[in-house]
């Protein structure tokens, strides 16, 4: 996978947070209405006929749905705000995906799992703790602003984890496998921070 960092969609004013969304933007972050995308390596565009994602590692048997099947888990809206690392924040965006915790019914995991690392059709990685994303904590999203997600955004599928910075929430979602140690993602082994809390400014290793 290209190292090379893509940056597009910078545009528009920066706004300070009004006293109202104050205690909803973390430190150091400005709230923007535009959707900048940020992308390292090319967009991949993936075909629905195609398309497949996998519960896998440890677990007692994988699971693998197709795109169809995907869209007949049961789902619901998500209104959530985002942070991106680079310092912008969208509040209140809206998606419809399927709940982490929906995924899990579908498996048995290993009692010795407790992390798991979320990978994607161009080969990107990244490494979350199991806690981080169960409980309500993280779904795969599949529209947007009620149409579907466009490639540039990460689209047929993304993860979501609102709670923590935006690379964190892996585009073009191809699996995720789970694991009894952690293990870096792909911002992670350049020098993002391996947690990657936004309220406690958690962006690069050491913070």
Known sequence: MSEKFISRGFVGKRRAPEAAQAN????GQYVTKDFPVLSAGPTPRVDLNKWTFTLEGLVRAPVTWTWQQF??????????????????????TKWRGVSL???????ELDPKAAFLTAYSYEGYTT?????????????????????AITPEHGGPARLLVPGLYFWKSAKWLKGIRFM????????????????????????????
């Open 24 to 27: 909803r933007v973390p430190p």
């Open 71 to 92: 869209l007949e888990l049961p789902s619901r809206e998500y209104v959530v705000d985002i942070h991106c690392v680079t310092k912008w924040t969208k509040l209140d």
């Open 101 to 107: 915790d929906t995924l899990l019914e579908h498996v």
């Open 127 to 147: 490494n979350l703790p199991l806690p981080d994303v169960v409980n309500g904590q993280a779904f795969v999203a599949y529209e947007y602003d009620g149409k």
């Open 180 to 207: 009894d140690k952690d293990k870096s993602g792909f911002w992670e082994s350049l020098g993002y921070n391996n947690h990657g809390d936004p309220f406690k400014e958690e962006r690069y290793t050491g913070d």
